[in-house]
């Protein structure tokens, strides 16, 4: 019971992940009619907006070390600790929560910028060439991480404060066995606010339900006499956002190096062809779906029973439901039925 | 499509045949024709022919073709293993066995088009890469790669009574042996029949009939016609001639990994194919040998090198410059490769044949053919 609760919070978790990367995929897609193979990219980006922002937290200066008396030693020591002992160590330690208010603008101006000055181009040209010019995108991008960061993972520490674990066990009554770290509790909550927040703001806005029209019937919006297109690029820039945000909060889970995009961008494609393209409330369930599936596969118990179960069950998963149910779990009629 | 008389053809396959046999002459001038990197030049050349059957006559985009690389690579170095160090039958073998996996894959994937195919085979390819790292470890011994070892049976090699003695055997062709320019020569003559094969079968009316899928696949059912077992054929002729490609890496260096099932090798040998030009018959062999050809020379410098290169510059241009190229050498090769996959897919969709057809249409002073091929990656054969 212990160990089936904490592999569904894993599974959440992943899931969560998997989710936010395939909403904006999905949005890209139902939008602007774009398969962009360069997503898993901007989560990366997002990724190392929160390694860029510790990099410079902590510049560092030598200062005068006072625990040895013996001889003058120095140690390194934050420029921002030093000058403000109290505050800045608050700061340096809650860098990565401070790396989403970074990470919105920064993520935002990539969007667009991506948006404009490639994406565009492409509307009409076959979802081959979209796909072959945004993994072009998209390994430029990993090997510019590459050429700066290093290809080693770089650990990023969550704030102290959440830096423990949960006894839920305990909360929930079912004895001190089930702790969970924080951070990924921290995590889930996360992408449940985000996700509701994308939903929301599609739902309840006039710029939400211009773009939900858009999605419907382009043309028709457009003789209506509003620029459907501008609005369309900045849905791009929001999925960038909501992918870049995702990249930042799960640095503490997973040190993010420069080929994490690419492996996450495989799956969020496999989520996104499950939940059915196109389709925003099929790419969260999707996500979620088989975020669980995974971490359940991953247990001893069925690993026992099915060797290697948990390395391929998304893709079976994906096979299966391609072949019984081609438009995906709630695919849209006419959304790429050919 | 002028061009297409049987006569012209041969010329075209004779020059080819002569090109590639006379490779170690004239790749002298640019350093190229040291055995090891042609080898490449040939075997990247016949997995890009063979995925060109796919993708350029009948414009399915499978991003999982490495997998049937490194089914070939896997079953050759088995059949070096198993059987005999000759290199026939293990070559046999791969193109057999990857053409079986092909069918599988290709029975289930072929039911959906456009971008649902390229997922269905990314997700088959990573299940056997994924595969082949965890479960499948007493086939592919994981992470270390499948390799020939000293207690090895080599049934019919003990039949015969070759003893391999104290050391490694090599791989060899009834006895010569398949490295240097040997094993170039033997990886050219597949490549010569492969490409030969390829021509047959884009002048063929099977090939006509994948054109027609490419061009309008709705059409063509609506005359009537069953246009899967034309698309599965294609599909396991191409994944046979990736097998064929895996069975000569092995052949060249007795060696098996997982790696070369990743997905980042399918999008290999999707770059050299859109780069030469995909649908043409030549371009996929030229975007192959390019992309080895650079990959080999840019990685091969360093800072050290840069720096020499770059001596007679003042110094401090000289470090901004040094810090600028090293970008995209060395490590940085896959940028290059990046970048030079977007501009291809960008300015000249139909990659460098369709470049030449316009440098050439410069010069007769005629308006180069406005095809198909100005919209969409996938030209038109030449």
Redesign the interface.
Known sequence: MDALILQLLNGLDKGGAYALIALGLTLVFGTLGV?NFAHGAIFMIGAFCAVTLRKLLTISTQVRDESITLFEAYKEVPILEAKFPVVGSIIVHFSVPLAILAAIPVMLALGLLMERG?IR?FY??????Q???T??????CQ??I??YFGANPIPQAAPAVVAGSANIGAFLGLGDNVVYPWWRLIYLLFSFIVIAAVFAFLQFTTFGMVVRAGMQDREMVGLLGIDIQRRFTIVFGMAAVVAGLAGVMYTPILPPDYHMG?DFL?LS??VV?VGG?GSLGGAVLAGFLLGILQSFASMNEIKSVL??ID??II??V??VV??VR?RGLMGRKGV?E? | MKNTSATSDWILFIAFAAAVLTMPIWLAPFGANYPDLMQKFAIFGVFAIGFNILFGLTGYLSFGHAAFLGVGSYTAVWSFKLLTMNVLPAVVFSIVVAGAFAFLIGFISLRRSGIYFSILTLAFAQMSYNLAYSVLTPITNGETGLQLSLSDARVLDAAVGVSTGRSLPSTSLFGIKMSGLPGFYFCAVALIIGFFIALRITRSPFGTMLRGIKSNQTRMSYTGLNTRPYLIWAFVISGMYAGLAGSLLAVTDPLAGAERMQWTASGEVVLMTILGGAGTLLGPVLGAALIKYFENIFSAFNDVTLNQAFDALPDGLQGFVVELVSLFVGDGWHLTLGLLFMITVIFLPGGIMEGMRRIGGLFTRKKPQPASSTTSAVADPS
């Open positions: 398969v490639l181009h009409k040209r076959p979802h081959a060439d796909i072959l010019v993994f072009g995108l998209a390994i430029i090997e510019i590459r050429h690419m495989v494609f496999v062809v393209m060797p290697g390395q391929i893709y079976l994906a096979v391609l072949l081609p790429m050919d």
